[in-house]
Protein backbone atom coordinates (compact mmCIF):
# COMPACT_ATOMS: atom_id res chain seq x y z
CA UNK A 1 0.00 0.00 0.00
CA UNK A 2 1.66 2.96 -1.11
CA UNK A 3 1.90 5.91 1.72
CA UNK A 4 1.22 9.98 0.93
CA UNK A 5 3.49 11.91 -1.13
CA UNK A 6 6.55 13.04 0.50
CA UNK A 7 8.46 15.92 -0.50
CA UNK A 8 12.21 15.74 -1.15
CA UNK A 9 14.29 16.12 2.15
CA UNK A 10 18.00 17.14 1.31
CA UNK A 11 20.57 16.45 3.46
CA UNK A 12 18.65 12.48 4.83
CA UNK A 13 20.00 9.10 3.93
CA UNK A 14 17.36 6.09 3.47
CA UNK A 15 18.93 2.72 4.65
CA UNK A 16 17.46 -0.15 3.67
CA UNK A 17 19.09 -3.23 5.36
CA UNK A 18 19.07 -7.07 3.27
CA UNK A 19 18.34 -8.45 6.80
CA UNK A 20 19.09 -11.99 5.63
CA UNK A 21 22.40 -10.97 4.30
CA UNK A 22 23.62 -9.85 8.15
CA UNK A 23 21.62 -13.02 9.43
CA UNK A 24 24.01 -15.52 7.85
CA UNK A 25 27.08 -13.26 8.46
CA UNK A 26 26.30 -13.24 11.98
CA UNK A 27 25.66 -16.93 12.13
CA UNK A 28 28.90 -18.07 10.61
CA UNK A 29 31.31 -15.40 12.19
CA UNK A 30 34.23 -15.94 14.42
CA UNK A 31 31.71 -14.57 17.48
CA UNK A 32 31.30 -17.03 20.09
CA UNK A 33 28.22 -19.23 20.32
CA UNK A 34 24.84 -18.21 22.10
CA UNK A 35 22.28 -19.57 23.86
CA UNK A 36 19.22 -18.18 25.68
CA UNK A 37 18.57 -19.46 29.60
CA UNK A 38 15.99 -21.74 27.73
CA UNK A 39 18.99 -23.28 26.14
CA UNK A 40 18.05 -22.34 22.06
CA UNK A 41 20.93 -21.02 20.08
CA UNK A 42 20.68 -17.96 19.61
CA UNK A 43 24.27 -17.22 18.40
CA UNK A 44 22.72 -15.60 14.63
CA UNK A 45 20.21 -13.37 16.02
CA UNK A 46 22.07 -11.93 19.03
CA UNK A 47 24.97 -11.48 16.38
CA UNK A 48 22.34 -9.59 14.07
CA UNK A 49 21.19 -8.09 16.84
CA UNK A 50 24.69 -6.50 17.85
CA UNK A 51 25.54 -5.65 14.12
CA UNK A 52 22.15 -3.52 13.80
CA UNK A 53 23.16 -1.68 16.89
CA UNK A 54 26.72 -0.68 16.27
CA UNK A 55 25.24 0.27 12.41
CA UNK A 56 22.49 2.63 14.06
CA UNK A 57 24.88 4.17 16.26
CA UNK A 58 27.63 5.00 13.50
CA UNK A 59 28.09 8.84 13.70
CA UNK A 60 29.41 8.54 10.08
CA UNK A 61 26.46 6.51 8.74
CA UNK A 62 23.82 8.55 10.47
CA UNK A 63 20.93 6.64 10.44
CA UNK A 64 17.62 8.89 10.47
CA UNK A 65 15.10 6.54 8.09
CA UNK A 66 15.84 3.45 7.84
CA UNK A 67 14.07 -0.54 7.44
CA UNK A 68 15.00 -3.70 7.55
CA UNK A 69 14.04 -6.54 5.07
CA UNK A 70 14.01 -10.55 5.36
CA UNK A 71 13.51 -13.49 3.02
CA UNK A 72 11.26 -15.49 5.59
CA UNK A 73 10.55 -18.09 4.10
CA UNK A 74 13.99 -18.27 1.95
CA UNK A 75 11.37 -19.61 -1.13
CA UNK A 76 9.61 -17.38 -3.10
CA UNK A 77 7.56 -16.96 -6.73
CA UNK A 78 11.18 -17.82 -8.48
CA UNK A 79 11.26 -21.28 -7.24
CA UNK A 80 7.86 -21.76 -9.33
CA UNK A 81 9.75 -20.57 -12.36
CA UNK A 82 12.44 -22.64 -12.10
CA UNK A 83 13.52 -25.59 -9.79
CA UNK A 84 17.03 -25.16 -9.40
CA UNK A 85 16.67 -21.72 -7.52
CA UNK A 86 17.88 -21.04 -4.12
CA UNK A 87 16.14 -22.91 -1.50
CA UNK A 88 17.18 -23.65 2.44
CA UNK A 89 18.34 -26.71 1.65
CA UNK A 90 22.06 -27.08 2.89
CA UNK A 91 20.98 -23.82 5.19
CA UNK A 92 21.95 -24.82 9.23
CA UNK A 93 18.56 -25.87 10.86
CA UNK A 94 19.79 -24.00 13.91
CA UNK A 95 19.63 -20.83 11.41
CA UNK A 96 16.91 -21.44 9.84
CA UNK A 97 15.07 -21.89 13.21
CA UNK A 98 16.52 -18.07 13.81
CA UNK A 99 14.51 -16.31 11.35
CA UNK A 100 11.30 -15.25 13.05
CA UNK A 101 13.84 -14.42 15.67
CA UNK A 102 15.44 -12.01 13.70
CA UNK A 103 12.27 -10.21 12.76
CA UNK A 104 11.40 -9.87 16.38
CA UNK A 105 15.14 -8.25 17.21
CA UNK A 106 15.48 -6.07 13.92
CA UNK A 107 11.66 -4.48 15.87
CA UNK A 108 13.43 -4.42 19.58
CA UNK A 109 15.54 -2.06 17.97
CA UNK A 110 13.06 -0.05 17.01
CA UNK A 111 13.48 -0.37 13.01
CA UNK A 112 10.68 -1.00 10.32
CA UNK A 113 10.56 -5.03 9.44
CA UNK A 114 9.45 -5.91 5.87
CA UNK A 115 9.08 -9.50 6.05
CA UNK A 116 9.25 -11.45 2.27
CA UNK A 117 6.94 -14.12 1.45
CA UNK A 118 6.42 -14.35 -2.28
CA UNK A 119 9.09 -11.82 -2.93
CA UNK A 120 12.49 -11.89 -1.72
CA UNK A 121 14.29 -9.01 0.91
CA UNK A 122 16.37 -7.80 -2.46
CA UNK A 123 12.87 -7.05 -3.85
CA UNK A 124 11.28 -5.29 -1.13
CA UNK A 125 15.08 -3.53 -1.16
CA UNK A 126 14.73 -2.45 -5.00
CA UNK A 127 11.13 -1.27 -4.59
CA UNK A 128 11.91 1.05 -1.75
CA UNK A 129 15.04 2.33 -3.25
CA UNK A 130 12.46 2.69 -6.48
CA UNK A 131 10.28 4.71 -4.79
CA UNK A 132 12.01 7.05 -2.44
CA UNK A 133 15.04 7.70 -4.73
CA UNK A 134 13.92 10.87 -5.45
CA UNK A 135 12.99 12.40 -2.21
CA UNK A 136 16.42 12.14 -0.15
CA UNK A 137 19.65 12.90 -0.81
CA UNK A 138 20.93 9.19 -0.72
CA UNK A 139 19.68 5.72 -0.56
CA UNK A 140 22.16 3.58 0.96
CA UNK A 141 21.43 -0.35 0.35
CA UNK A 142 23.55 -2.16 3.14
CA UNK A 143 24.10 -5.16 1.09
CA UNK A 144 27.13 -6.33 -1.23
CA UNK A 145 25.16 -8.99 -3.52
CA UNK A 146 25.92 -8.19 -6.87
CA UNK A 147 21.75 -8.53 -8.02
CA UNK A 148 21.34 -5.26 -6.05
CA UNK A 149 24.12 -3.25 -8.64
CA UNK A 150 20.82 -2.99 -10.80
CA UNK A 151 19.46 -0.23 -8.19
CA UNK A 152 22.21 1.94 -8.43
CA UNK A 153 22.15 5.51 -9.93
CA UNK A 154 24.83 8.10 -9.79
CA UNK A 155 25.51 8.44 -6.49
CA UNK A 156 21.93 8.43 -5.57
CA UNK A 157 21.27 4.91 -5.05
CA UNK A 158 24.89 3.12 -3.90
CA UNK A 159 25.21 -0.22 -2.17
CA UNK A 160 27.37 -0.18 1.27
CA UNK A 161 29.52 -3.08 1.51
CA UNK A 162 30.24 -3.41 5.26
CA UNK A 163 32.35 -6.24 5.35
CA UNK A 164 35.10 -4.42 3.02
CA UNK A 165 34.08 -1.08 4.35
CA UNK A 166 33.36 0.67 1.21
CA UNK A 167 30.89 2.30 -1.22
CA UNK A 168 29.52 0.72 -4.34
CA UNK A 169 28.35 3.54 -7.11
CA UNK A 170 26.86 3.22 -10.33
CA UNK A 171 30.98 4.69 -11.88
CA UNK A 172 32.39 2.52 -9.16
CA UNK A 173 30.37 -0.69 -10.93
CA UNK A 174 31.32 0.41 -14.13
CA UNK A 175 34.82 0.34 -13.14
CA UNK A 176 34.70 -2.59 -11.65
CA UNK A 177 32.25 -4.72 -13.82
CA UNK A 178 32.22 -2.72 -17.41
CA UNK A 179 28.41 -2.44 -17.24
CA UNK A 180 25.62 -0.20 -16.70
CA UNK A 181 23.62 -1.05 -13.94
CA UNK A 182 20.32 -2.38 -16.27
CA UNK A 183 22.74 -4.82 -17.39
CA UNK A 184 23.04 -6.67 -14.19
CA UNK A 185 19.90 -9.17 -14.60
CA UNK A 186 21.46 -9.79 -18.39
CA UNK A 187 24.80 -10.06 -16.97
CA UNK A 188 23.60 -12.69 -14.26
CA UNK A 189 22.08 -14.71 -17.32
CA UNK A 190 25.15 -15.21 -18.66
CA UNK A 191 27.86 -15.60 -16.08
CA UNK A 192 25.33 -17.32 -13.47
CA UNK A 193 25.27 -16.26 -10.01
CA UNK A 194 25.88 -19.68 -7.59
CA UNK A 195 24.26 -17.65 -4.51
CA UNK A 196 20.77 -17.43 -6.04
CA UNK A 197 21.26 -21.32 -7.64
CA UNK A 198 21.48 -19.14 -11.29
CA UNK A 199 23.43 -21.82 -13.64
CA UNK A 200 24.57 -19.05 -16.65
CA UNK A 201 25.41 -20.14 -19.66
CA UNK A 202 28.39 -22.75 -20.56
CA UNK A 203 31.56 -20.90 -21.04
CA UNK A 204 30.68 -17.56 -20.60
CA UNK A 205 32.65 -15.52 -17.77
CA UNK A 206 32.72 -12.25 -16.37
CA UNK A 207 35.13 -10.57 -19.23
CA UNK A 208 33.20 -11.87 -21.93
CA UNK A 209 29.89 -10.92 -20.66
CA UNK A 210 30.97 -7.44 -19.98
CA UNK A 211 32.72 -7.25 -23.16
CA UNK A 212 29.58 -7.81 -24.72
CA UNK A 213 26.76 -6.02 -22.92
CA UNK A 214 29.12 -2.85 -22.72
CA UNK A 215 27.77 -1.91 -26.16
CA UNK A 216 24.56 -3.76 -26.20
CA UNK A 217 23.23 -3.44 -22.77
CA UNK A 218 20.97 -6.27 -22.80
CA UNK A 219 20.84 -10.26 -24.48
CA UNK A 220 18.55 -8.68 -27.42
CA UNK A 221 21.36 -6.44 -28.37
CA UNK A 222 24.03 -9.02 -28.54
CA UNK A 223 24.74 -9.84 -32.41
CA UNK A 224 24.19 -13.53 -33.45
CA UNK A 225 26.93 -13.28 -35.76
CA UNK A 226 29.75 -14.18 -33.91
CA UNK A 227 31.88 -11.87 -37.10
CA UNK A 228 30.20 -8.70 -35.08
CA UNK A 229 31.27 -9.52 -31.52
CA UNK A 230 34.16 -7.39 -29.99
CA UNK A 231 37.53 -8.95 -31.06
CA UNK A 232 38.64 -9.14 -27.27
CA UNK A 233 36.15 -12.21 -27.26
CA UNK A 234 37.87 -15.71 -27.14
CA UNK A 235 35.83 -18.73 -28.57
CA UNK A 236 33.36 -16.24 -30.13
CA UNK A 237 31.94 -19.08 -32.50
CA UNK A 238 31.48 -21.71 -30.31
CA UNK A 239 29.95 -18.96 -27.21
CA UNK A 240 27.48 -17.46 -30.00
CA UNK A 241 26.24 -21.06 -31.09
CA UNK A 242 25.56 -21.60 -27.02
CA UNK A 243 23.99 -18.15 -26.55
CA UNK A 244 21.58 -19.03 -29.76
CA UNK A 245 20.88 -22.60 -28.59
CA UNK A 246 20.16 -21.59 -25.20
CA UNK A 247 18.17 -18.55 -25.52
CA UNK A 248 15.43 -19.36 -23.55
CA UNK A 249 17.30 -20.67 -20.51
CA UNK A 250 19.27 -17.04 -20.93
CA UNK A 251 15.32 -15.02 -21.02
CA UNK A 252 14.63 -17.24 -17.52
CA UNK A 253 17.67 -16.61 -15.70
CA UNK A 254 17.55 -13.15 -16.75
CA UNK A 255 13.98 -12.85 -14.93
CA UNK A 256 15.36 -14.64 -12.48
CA UNK A 257 18.16 -12.16 -11.62
CA UNK A 258 15.79 -9.21 -12.50
CA UNK A 259 14.29 -7.46 -8.72
CA UNK A 260 11.07 -6.91 -8.56
CA UNK A 261 10.68 -2.99 -7.69
CA UNK A 262 6.87 -2.64 -7.32
CA UNK A 263 6.38 -4.23 -4.23
CA UNK A 264 3.71 -2.86 -2.03
CA UNK A 265 5.55 -2.10 0.74
CA UNK A 266 3.36 -0.12 3.60
CA UNK A 267 4.03 2.80 4.67
CA UNK A 268 5.67 6.27 4.00
CA UNK A 269 9.21 7.68 4.06
CA UNK A 270 7.80 9.24 7.00
CA UNK A 271 7.03 5.75 8.75
CA UNK A 272 10.80 5.03 8.32
CA UNK A 273 11.92 7.60 10.22
CA UNK A 274 14.03 5.67 13.05
CA UNK A 275 13.26 6.93 16.30
CA UNK A 276 16.05 5.25 18.72
CA UNK A 277 15.97 2.20 20.66
CA UNK A 278 12.68 1.93 22.21
CA UNK A 279 14.03 0.88 25.64
CA UNK A 280 11.83 -1.12 27.66
CA UNK A 281 10.75 -3.36 24.13
CA UNK A 282 14.47 -4.14 24.36
CA UNK A 283 15.67 -4.55 27.50
CA UNK A 284 13.19 -7.07 27.51
CA UNK A 285 14.19 -8.86 24.14
CA UNK A 286 17.88 -8.85 25.78
CA UNK A 287 16.90 -10.71 28.69
CA UNK A 288 14.79 -13.32 27.06
CA UNK A 289 18.17 -13.60 24.78
CA UNK A 290 20.18 -13.67 27.86
CA UNK A 291 22.10 -10.93 26.02
CA UNK A 292 23.58 -8.92 28.60
CA UNK A 293 26.45 -7.82 26.88
CA UNK A 294 25.01 -6.79 24.40
CA UNK A 295 22.27 -4.58 26.59
CA UNK A 296 25.43 -3.07 28.53
CA UNK A 297 26.64 -2.52 25.38
CA UNK A 298 24.00 -0.09 23.72
CA UNK A 299 23.36 1.39 27.38
CA UNK A 300 26.91 2.97 27.04
CA UNK A 301 26.35 3.87 23.25
CA UNK A 302 23.02 5.55 24.43
CA UNK A 303 24.64 6.99 27.94
CA UNK A 304 24.11 10.43 28.24
Not at 96 to 113: I, T, Y
Not at 139 to 162: E, F, T, Y
Not at 244 to 272: E, F, I, K
Amino acid sequence: MAGPATSYIPAMRLHLIDGTFELFRAHFSKRPGHRTPGGLEAKAVVGLASSLSALLHDPAEAVTHAAIAFDNPIRSFRNDLFPGYKTEEGVPPELLAQFDAAEEAARALGLVVWPMREFEADDALASAAARFRDRVEQVRILSPDKDLGQCLSGSRVVQVDRIRDRVIDEAALRARRGIAPESVPDFLALVGDDADGIPGLAGFGEKTAAALLAGHLHLEGIPREATRWPASVRGASALAATLSSDWDDALLYRRLATLVSTVPLAGSLDDLRWPGIPRDQFDDWCGRMGADRLLAAVRRRTAG
